[in-house]
């Protein structure tokens, strides 16, 4: 499966943005889905992972409560909504997928095996 985030861009700190990953092949069969981000100089981190079997989320404490990750099997497509946005959320930001990760959870706290092009957000003070 290839995947493509887009939606990225620049914004002021408390603006909102959603960012989308599409797809080749049809990614909402495989356990878990999620978003990861890396800033210059950074390790690249996880912001929000979702299992696709039952729904259940994970969110790292310092994006709960402003990132939302959501599916739409139809469209074979995961979302990230990005709400009150601040300048330490820049970073380029990946849809990411692991077939041996079996949770939210785990792939949220693992390194996925097939990652998309990223997109760049960039939030202004």
């Known amino acids: 499966v290839q995947l493509q985030a887009s939606g990225g861009g620049l914004v002021q700190a408390g603006d909102s943005l959603r960012l989308s990953c599409a797809a080749s092949g049809f990614i909402l069969n495989r356990p878990a889905v999620g978003w990861f981000r890396q800033a210059p100089g950074k390790e690249r981190e996880a912001v929000a992972c979702?299992?696709?079997?039952?729904?259940?989320?994970y969110y790292p404490d310092f994006v709960k409560g402003r990132f939302t990750i959501a599916s739409d099997k139809a469209k074979n497509a995961v979302y990230l909504q990005m709400n009150n946005l601040r300048p330490e959320d820049t970073a380029v930001y990946y849809c990411?997928?692991?077939?041996?990760?079996?949770?939210?959870?785990?792939?949220?706290?693992?390194?996925?095996?097939?990652w998309g092009q990223g997109t760049q957000v960039t939030v202004s003070s």
């Open positions: 979702l299992s696709t079997n039952n729904d259940i989320t």
């Open positions: 990411a997928t692991d077939l041996g990760q079996s949770s939210s959870y785990a792939l949220c706290h693992s390194r996925p095996d097939t």
